[in-house]
C-alpha cells in the first residue's frame, strides 16, 4: 500500500517510520503505532472501539509488506473485533494527592470492624472531610492573620519594605519560598480539577464532592497565600520572618498531613479513572488536554495575584492586611496625646463624677499644621477611648480603636468622637492648671506655629461597669486624613468608684448598689436584698427596723421591752437599767463619774479622773496622767501621751515628736519630727508643719513650695503666704488665679492683663489676646502684635491661618 504524497506518514516515538492503506486510519498508543482495514471512521470512535483491548506485544506482524516487513501493522480485524494483535490493553488512571481534599472525591470505605458501611455514611464523610480541614486551616490563619503585630507596632503601622539590607533579603527570600509552597498547593487543586473534568465517576454524588473540595481548596489555598505575604512584609527583622514563614507552612500542610493519615487506617485508592476520549489525546500528544487553561487558573492567576499584592503593599507603603481592615493608612501627622510631661498636662481629666459610679471627662491633645502650596491645613484628630480596672495593663494604641484592652478582649466600654479645636490657656485653666504650664506648651510645642490645641470630652456610663470599684481611661487620637495614629496612648488617673448603697462603707463584693455584709454605716442595718436600712430611733447597731440590738443604742439611751430606745433619765448615765429607766446601770456612768448605790452617777473628786469606784478613789485617769501611789492622779513624765503610773517606764503612748526606747520611756525624735515610730529616730514617719523629710539629709527640712507657710505630710501647701492663694494641685498662685490684687484668695478685685474678672474669679482670654474685656473669657477684644481677630469666633489667628480657622468653625457649625 504505497503512501499517499499528500500526507506524511506518521512518526512513532522510537523513530520508526510506518505507512498504512490510509494514514487517517493511524492511531499511536503509547510507543506503537497501529492501523485498521476500515477507511470510513473517525480515528476517536476507532480508537474507542479497539481501546478494549490495547497492545503492547509490538514483535507479531501480519501480512508481509514490500520492504516493511518489521513493521508492525493491524490487518483482518472485522468490525468490532476488540482485541490486537500487539495484546492487552491497560487503562490509564489520574493519580490524587493524598489530601484531604482529594480524598472527597474517592473516599469510600467498604466497613469498618466488619461492619458494613452505608453509602451514606461515605457520602456525609466526603462531605465533611474537606470542610472540617478548610475550617481548621480558616482558624489557624484567621488568628495569625489578627495578630495586631501584623500591622501595628510600638505607635506606628507597620510598613512592608524595611531600612535594613539583610531584612529586605530575608523577607525577598521568605516571599519566593511562599509563592513556591503554595504553587505546589495549588498543583494538588489543578490535578483535582482535571480529575473532575476528564475522569470518570461511578457515583455524581462524587463528583459533586470532588466539585466542593475543589472550591474550598483554591480559595484556602489563595487566601493562604494572600496572608502570607501580608505576615512576611510585616516582619521587623530576620529571624521574625522565618518564624512567620514557618507558620504559614503548618497551614498549607493541615489538609496533606491529615489525609496522609487516614490512608494509612483506610484502604483507599487515590486515583480516578481517564475517559477514553481524553486517554487517545494523552497517548497521542503526551499533554492533557485543557491544560493550558488549567495552568492559567491554577498557576498564572495567583502569580499574577501575588505580584499585585506586593506591588500595591510597596506603592502604598502599607502591609495588605492594614488596608484590608483599615484602608490606606500612613504614619504622617500623627496628633500628639500630652503624656509623660513633667507639670502633668493632659492626662483625661474628671470634671464631674455621676452617683452610678461613672464620670465626664475631658482631655487637651495637639492636631499638627501642615502647609501645602502656601496655605495651612489641620484635621480635627478622631479620638477613641476605652474604660478597663484600674488593675488592666495599658493597651496598645490600635487597641484602643478597636475598643479593646491588653489582652485583645472587648472592652467593657468604649468609644469615640471628633476633637473640636479650643483655645489651650482658657482650657488649662478652668482645669486648675498652673500658668506656667500653657508657657511651656506653648515654646515647647510651638503653639499656632507647628502645632494647634484640640479637645475632647464624653461621659462614662458608670452603669455599664458592673460596680467596678476603681477603673482608669485610655485615650487615643487618629488624624482622620492619613489614619496615623497618635504613638502612645493618655491614661487617666485612677477613679475610685464606690457606688455603694446609701449608708454602705464597702460594696466590693455586693456590686454597685448594695453593701457587703458588716459594712452599713451606725444607725443602720443591711437588708435581706442587700441595701442599708435605717435602725429605730437612737439606736445605733440593730438587726430590723423594729428592734434594737443589745447594746446597741446611742449613749444616753437605754432599750426598753420593746425592743426600742428610750432617753436615761439619771444625768450623766450612758445607759440606764431595762427594769428601770430613772437607775443607771452597773458600770455605765460617764468618765469622771462614780456609781452610786442608789443608781446615780456622782463626780468623781479629782478632775483629772476619767473612772472612779468612790468619789474620792480614782480607778483610771485621763489621757496625759497616771495613778500616783495615793490614788490620785498626776501628770505622765515628758513626752508621754498617756501612761498607767505616773513615773517613768509605765509610759504606753508617746507624744507628738517622741518614740519609745528599749526600756518603754519616751525620747524625742530627730528635730521638727512629730512621729517617727515607724522607721525609728534616725528618721521621721511625719514632719512638723512647713516642713518635710529629706532621706538623703536624715532630716525634715522646710517645704520647697513658694510662698508656703505650712504645708502638709504629702508635700503639698496647706497655708499660702500673705497675697497668694492654694491652687487646686497644693501650689501657691498670687491671690487665687491670675488676681493682682484680691482681699481674699478665692475674691479677686483686679485681674492680670490678658485675663477678665467674672464673680471674683479671674478667666483667661483667648490665646494670642491682649484683652478680653467686653467679649469675655476665652475670646479677645485686642490680639497682640503679629496676629489679626477673626470678627466670627472672636479668637486671634496668624495672617495666613485665620481663612483655615475660619473654614474650620464653618464646618462645625
Known sequence: FPPRPARRPPVAPDGMVVHSRDPACAIKLGSLTCFCMSHDEPVDQMYSRYARGPFHNRKKNFGPMSGHEDIPIFDGLEQGEGECALGPYEELRINLEPDCFAMATVFEVKAICGVPCPRLVNLLCAFFMPFLSAVTQFFVLFYLAIGQGNCFDQGVWLVPWSKTVSVNFMKI????????????????????????????????????????????????????????????????????????????????????????????????????????????????????????????????????????????????????LTWFKYGFVSNLHPPQMLVGRSDGCCAPTLLSAQGDGGGNYSLLLLGELVQHHGQYHVDCPTVFWVALQASQNTPTSLQILEGRDALNNPALLSGSLTATAVQARSWLQEKDYATTVYMALRDEEQLDLRTTPFAASFAVNGQVLKGWMSYKVHVVAQNPRTLALAATPAVSAKYIATGCSEGCLKCDNAGTGRCDPGNCIAGMYLASHGHCHACPANCDRCSSAHRCGDGGCAEGFSMDAKGLCQWCLVANCRQCSKQNMSECAAGKCQDQFSELENGTCFPCADSHCSTCVHPDQCDGCMVGWGMSSNGSCMECPTGCKDCQRAKEGSCFACSDGYHFDLTFRCVRCIEHCVQCNVTGLSTCDQCRTGYGFNATLSQCVPCDIDSCDKCGPDGRCEECASGFGITPRGACDKCGFFCRSCGASSSCKWCDDTYVLKDGLCFSCGDRCASCATSGAGKCDVCLPGFIRDNVTWNCNHDDYANLMEELYEEEM
Open 173 to 320: 527570600t521568605t516571599l519566593v519560598m511562599v509563592i513556591c509552597k503554595i504553587s505546589s498547593e495549588l498543583k494538588h487543586a489543578q490535578n483535582l480539577c482535571y480529575a473532575l473534568y476528564a475522569g470518570v465517576f461511578d457515583q455524581s454524588s462524587s463528583w459533586l464532592c470532588g466539585v466542593w473540595a475543589l472550591v474550598l481548596q483554591y480559595s484556602m489555598s489563595l487566601s493562604v497565600m494572600s496572608v502570607a505575604i501580608s505576615v512576611v512584609l510585616a516582619a521587623q527583622s530576620c529571624y521574625d520572618a522565618a518564624l512567620k514563614i514557618f507558620s504559614v507552612f503548618i497551614v498549607v500542610d493541615i489538609d496533606n498531613q491529615v489525609g496522609k493519615f487516614l490512608l494509612l487506617c483506610l484502604d483507599l485508592d487515590v486515583s480516578v479513572p481517564l475517559k477514553p476520549e481524553y486517554a487517545a489525546v494523552e497517548r497521542l500528544t503526551r499533554k492533557r488536554k485543557g491544560e493550558a487553561s488549567l495552568k492559567f487558573w491554577f498557576l498564572w492567576l495567583p502569580l499574577v495575584l501575588a505580584a499585585v499584592l506586593v506591588g500595591s503593599a510597596s506603592r502604598t507603603n502599607t502591609i495588605p
